[in-house]
Structure formats: C-alpha cells, structure tokens
C-alpha cells in the first residue's frame, strides 16, 4: 500500500448544511485498487491530485482491506479487467463487509467492450457491492470528472445520511416522546420515549397508518380535522390531545407536530 500527500495543494474544507445542521466536510480521500501500475491507475492518481484528494494506492486485497480499516476512504476505485490479478467482486464484498463501508462509494474499472461483444449488464457488479462502473479511459480528465460527479453526488449525499444518522441517535436518547410519519400519515419512526409511553413496540406501529390505532373518545370530534388543516397550510399545531395507549388507558398530552415541507410535500 502506498500513501501519498499533495502538501502543494491548498484543500480547504467544505461547509455543508442540513437543514438547520452546518457540518463540516473533510477533503475526499480516495482508495486506488490496481495489481500493477498502468495507465488508467496513473489516470486517477493524477485526477485526485488535480482535484486535491488524498489518495492511496493498494496492490492486494489484504492491503486494501488494512488501508480502507485504516482511513476510511469515502471513494474506493476497483480494477476489474482482468481476472488473474485478483477476484474484484470479492475485493469488494470483502469490503462491503465491514461496517465502515456503508457510506462508501465504490467504482469498478471494467475494459471497454469490442465491437462484436455485446454490453453486458451492470446489475452483477450493483450485487457484489459496487455503486458505479466505468469504461476504461486513462485520460486524466475523465478520471477527473468521474470523482468531481461522486463526489458531487453520491459522497455528498451519503456525508448527509452520515449527519442523519446522528441526528436519529440524539432522537433515540431524547426524554421526550417523538414520532414521525409520512405526508399520508404512516408512521416512519417512533422513538424509545415514545414505546415507553404507548406501550407499543415499535414493530407494532412502523409501516401503519395512524387511522389504524385505537383513538381516545375524550378529544374533540373535530380536533384531528383541526390538526390536518393546520399541517396542510404548513403551520405547527400545539395543544392538549388524548391519545390511547396500547393498554387501552387514555393519556393526556402536550403535542407539538411540526409539518416538514419537501419534495412531494
């Protein structure tokens, strides 16, 4: 395994925001996986420095494994042209095995199909764990490209998944009881504060309506008309509502539901 830095190049961090979140994105680390040394490797090695990532280079499956436990890089290039060197679909179940794989982005090399061969489907590699393929070109630039649109895309996208994930943790240890549902009212999440109250296991309730689940008879006829109408104008609700444990007991609450506005409403 071989490490290179580019202490000529200035790499700032990005800034990234998530809603009301502001993080902080480290420079993209990259993980080249070539037998031998050749053009297309020379390709992306000189398209990360171009691009100012870090970039790392493994000759072996067990290096490559080490060298990704060690650095977790987000965007891992995997040479797949030729089988005698080594087996990439296991290189990368290898690595899809870990935990540290999920948010990583992994691109298969695979040689340029000849005239009288027809395209072959990418559904084989998305099975072994790969998230793109790309045609052989050793030029620089669409190595370059290549990584700006991962990084653009995928890498971005799964740096967010990443602050999501924490943001599900600090939910999972909050005191106070949350749920959230869909824009059509399935319940997508309920927090252990919220199982403790109800009595439900959350296996009980995620996937089903809320038109589904015993309703107390001491609020208002019209209250839950009242509530929709207020999501629907994209406005917060606040107020007293009795809700029915799985016990059958009715509970008093201090509700706040808060109508999140995305694409598809």
Known sequence: ????????????????????????????????IFAKEDSQSDGFWWACDRAGYRCS????????????????????????????????????????????SEHTVILAV???????????SVLPLLHAGFNRRFMENSSI???????????????????????????????????????????????QYVNPAFERMMGYHKGE????????????????ADLLDTINTCIRKGKEWQGVYYAKRKSGDSIQQHVKITPVIGQGG
Not at 12 to 31: C, W, Y
Not at 148 to 168: D, M, P, T, Y
């Open 110 to 120: 695979v040689s340029q199909a000849s005239g009288d061969h027809e395209e072959t």
């Open 57 to 100: 280079i493994a000759r072996t499956p067990e290096s490559a494994l080490e060298c990704f436990l060690d650095k977790h890089q987000e965007i891992i290039v995997i040479d797949h042209r030729q089988a005698r060197n080594f087996d990439a679909e296991a290189v990368c179940r290898s690595i899809r095995a870990t935990n540290l």
């Open 141 to 187: 630039i669409a190595c370059y490209n290549e990584l700006i649109q991962i990084e653009h895309g995928e890498v971005r996208s799964q740096f967010k998944l990443r602050a999501c994930n924490s943001v599900f943790t600090a939910l999972d240890h909050c005191h106070e009881a949350i749920e959230i549902t869909s824009d059509e009212h399935v319940i």
């Open 205 to 220: 309730l995620l996937g089903k309506e809320l038109a589904e689940l015993p309703k107390s008879d001491k609020n208002r």
């Open 1 to 32: 395994m071989i490490s290179y830095g580019f202490p000529f190049l200035q790499v700032s961090s990005a800034e990234v925001r998530i809603g009301p979140m502001r993080l902080t994105q480290d420079p993209v680390q990259v993980l080249l």
